[in-house]
């Protein structure tokens, strides 16, 4: 039962990556690719990493897809016309075959031990996290704030390109002399 459930999320996860890199409809890349994270997440549940499949589903599906949902909708689609036409798609699709094919044939010639499932001691992953890590991920937090006002200020439009960019000073601004 579980390599029928293994071979549906796996499917899954390949039509979310290949329905992602061949759309040409931006937001629906960034729902192919909620597909292909959610399922990975349930890979993980089989596997019996929760955690991994918690924070797969919190991190990457709810936060990094907000972020890009996000990003396209305050970047200018008008400025880039082109940037679905690239001339290098043949030689990503070599690379792709050619990847497929070493992770295939590793696949198929090397033989899995035999593992048991080991629950990873979360008393011991929250005082890592909150002690030796806590550092790390505050200069992370405020990276990728100065990154997000970044992306905000680079998207807004110019107030010197726009007409009415000086509220008040036009002839309806309301201060009759």
Avoid at 84 to 92: G, I, K, M, R, V
Avoid at 93 to 119: E, I, K, M, N, R
């Amino acid at each position: 039962m579980s390599w029928i459930l293994f071979g549906l999320l796996s499917a899954l996860t390949l039509v979310g990556g290949v329905g992602m890199v061949t759309t040409r409809n931006v937001v629906h890349a960034a729902l192919f690719l909620l597909l292909s994270l959610l399922a990975v997440a349930g890979v993980y549940l089989i596997l019996l990493a929760e955690f991994l499949a918690l924070v797969q589903v919190l991190i990457y599906g709810g936060a990094i897809i907000i972020v890009v949902l996000f990003a396209i909708m305050l970047t200018r689609s008008s400025e880039y016309p082109h940037i679905s036409d690239n001339s290098q798609w043949p030689l990503a699709v070599v690379a792709a075959v050619a990847l497929a094919g070493v992770l295939g044939a590793a696949f198929w010639l090397t033989s899995p031990g035999q593992t048991q499932a080991q629950s990873p001691l979360f008393t011991e992953l929250g005082n890592s996290l909150f002690t030796r890590w806590a550092i790390p991920f505050e200069i992370a937090s405020l990276v990728l704030l100065v990154a997000l006002i970044g992306a905000l200020i680079i998207a807004r439009p110019d107030a010197s390109s726009g007409s009415g960019s000086n509220p008040g000073s036009g002839p309806d601004s309301g201060t009759e002399s």
